[in-house]
Each structure stands twice: as structure tokens, then as C-alpha cells.
């Protein structure tokens, strides 16, 4: 019932959820984050591929990365979400905070769209 | 089904989810649930044995929780029961409710309200001397489920946190018609 995390650059991370985020090991989880956090990371993808249970206090540690995080412009995002999950998604309006992506590659490229440089207007 | 009993409130989690894996497999469930009913089910069932584990006060040093289900024609009807000296239910859901007008999300409070959402005539109640029993009905979840988390007679904030400013209409009893009695707060 672990979850990992996976740096793809210097401010970015996936975590795979894994089989549960529940009150058993949210606050290993919501350490882990806090740690990445420190470190730089400003963009967490949260892979629920399999997830099969995410109660309240795992949506509540989620919701704190995310009060942690958006002052300094970081996002919280989901990926691969399961159908366990989305059902928590759907009953607690979660789809309103967070955006959702089909796969892990799809939310990584979402940020990279958004940090790649703006081309410049012509003269 | 038959009501099962655990006693280890450390692994109560897991072998209640073993046994719902169990019963859905051989699906058993079905009907009256469908898939979505039975991930309705399991949440709902975590959600009140997470809070038992978490914050019930159990007077002997071997806790005692019962679960059973019973299938009806349209819907399941579910009974935990446990030796913990019971708590305040409705003061703990107004608690979570005061939560949800936090400026920002909150990281805590919303288990109590999750479970409200997902069922019908939840009644909590003793069940005998240092027993407890809550008890629920459930039905496959529809649009108004998904639609009326959280809300079912909670007044506009005047600033509502901003990713909950719709509000929605619960059906069924609602958290008002709850008829509970009062209980020493455990925790």
C-alpha cells in the first residue's frame, strides 16, 4: 500500500498513489510531498492508475499540498484516475479544483506546454 | 450475507475491504448495486470504520465491530456495530459543515459528510449497554448524489470557498432528520 514518487525535473514530480491513500499513510504521504516541496518541486501529477480507495483524510492531505503549493504558483493535478476515485472526485466536487488528465504523460506535457518560452511577435 | 465481527482494530480495514472484494467478486452485491453502487458501498463502509479505528474510545482492551449487509430489492441496508462509548455524531457533522465555509479547502472534515452523502436513513444509535450501532441504507449513486455533496440545508456562506460556491440539494432525509441520540463525546 505505498505510494512513489518520481522527479521529472528539477520542479516537477509524479507520485504514484498506488492501491490506497487512506488515514493509514496520508501522513507519510503529505510528509514526502512536504519534503518535495522544500526542495523546489512546484508541480505534483498524481498518478490514481489502480487506486483503488482514497478516503477523506487522503483527499484532505491532497488538499493540502494544494493550499501549500498554489501561493507560489504550483499545481496539484490528477492522472490515470480510477474509477474509485473519480467517484470521490464526483461526490466531493473535487473536478473543480483539480484538472484531470487521461494518462501520467499527457498532465507532464500539460506542464511543459506551460512552461515553454512564447514565441515573440514579429515586427 | 452474514454478519461478520473483527476484533483487531489494526488490520479491521483490511479485512473488511478483503471481504467486500469477496462479495463483489462473486458478486453478490449484484443486484441491487452495480459497480458504481459497490464503489459507493466500500467507501461509505471505510469511511465509518476509519472513524472507529481513529477515534472511538473502546472501553475493553478487545474491541468488537460487526458488519452486515442485507440486500433489498432497490437497495442494500448496512449495520455497524461496535463496543466504543459512541460520540456526538451530529455535533461532529456540524463541525465538518463550519469546514466547508473555510476560505480555503481544509485538510481535515469531510468523512462524516462523504458518508452522509452516500446513503439514506442513516441512523445512529446505542445498541445495547457500550454498544453502538450505525446504520444506513444505499442505492446506486444517480446525478442527485453526485450533485449534492456536502449541502443539504447549510445556508451561502457570504465568502464561500471558491471551488464550492454552487449550492446543491441533497435528497432523502437530509442531515437535519437525523435521529440520533446524544452520546459521551469520546474523543
Known amino acids: ?123 | 450475507m452474514s454478519t461478520h465481527r473483527f476484533t483487531n482494530l489494526g488490520t479491521v480495514i483490511d479485512d473488511v475491504h478483503a471481504l467486500l472484494d469477496a462479495w463483489m467478486d462473486e458478486g453478490s452485491l449484484q443486484p441491487p448495486l452495480n459497480p458504481d453502487g459497490e464503489i459507493v458501498l466500500r467507501l461509505a463502509v471505510h469511511e465509518w470504520i476509519a472513524n472507529l479505528v481513529q477515534h472511538a474510545s473502546f472501553l475493553s482492551s478487545e474491541p468488537e465491530i460487526w458488519l452486515d449487509v442485507q440486500r433489498n430489492p432497490d437497495a442494500v441496508t448496512v449495520s455497524i456495530e461496535d463496543t466504543s462509548r459512541g460520540f456526538d455524531l451530529l455535533g461532529q457533522l456540524e463541525e465538518q459543515h463550519e469546514l466547508l465555509h473555510a476560505p480555503a479547502p481544509s485538510e481535515r472534515g469531510r468523512g462524516l459528510l462523504m458518508l452522509i452523502t452516500c446513503t439514506d436513513d442513516l441512523n445512529y444509535c446505542p445498541a445495547g449497554e457500550n454498544r453502538q450501532q450505525l446504520s444506513f441504507t444505499l442505492k446506486n449513486p444517480d446525478e442527485a448524489i453526485f450533485a449534492g455533496l456536502f449541502y443539504p440545508d447549510v445556508q451561502s456562506a457570504a465568502s464561500p470557498a471558491p471551488f464550492l460556491h454552487e449550492e446543491a440539494h441533497l435528497g432523502g432525509d437530509g442531515l437535519t432528520s437525523l435521529p440520533l441520540t446524544p452520546q459521551p463525546d469520546s474523543r
Not at chain 1, 504514484?16 to 496520508?26: C, E, I, Q, S, W
Not at chain 1, 493535478?77 to 484531470?100: D, G, N
Open chain 1, 1 to 123: 500500500m505505498s505510494f512513489t514518487i518520481q522527479k521529472t525535473s528539477p520542479s516537477a514530480a509524479v507520485i504514484r498513489v498506488g492501491k490506497a491513500l487512506d488515514f493509514r499513510n496520508a501522513a507519510e504521504f503529505k510528509a514526502a510531498c512536504q519534503e518535495h516541496a522544500r526542495q523546489g518541486v512546484r508541480f505534483f501529477v498524481l498518478d490514481f492508475s489502480g487506486t483503488g480507495i482514497l478516503d477523506s483524510t487522503g483527499l484532505g492531505v491532497i488538499f493540502s499540498l494544494y493550499r501549500q503549493l498554489t501561493p507560489a504558483g504550483g499545481q496539484v493535478v490528477f492522472a490515470s484516475v480510477s474509477r474509485p476515485v473519480q467517484v470521490v472526485v464526483q461526490l466531493t466536487r473535487t473536478y473543480k479544483v483539480f484538472r484531470q488528465f487521461p494518462t501520467v504523460d499527457a498532465a507532464v506535457q500539460s506542464q511543459h506546454a506551460a512552461q515553454a518560452p512564447r514565441p515573440t511577435g514579429t515586427a
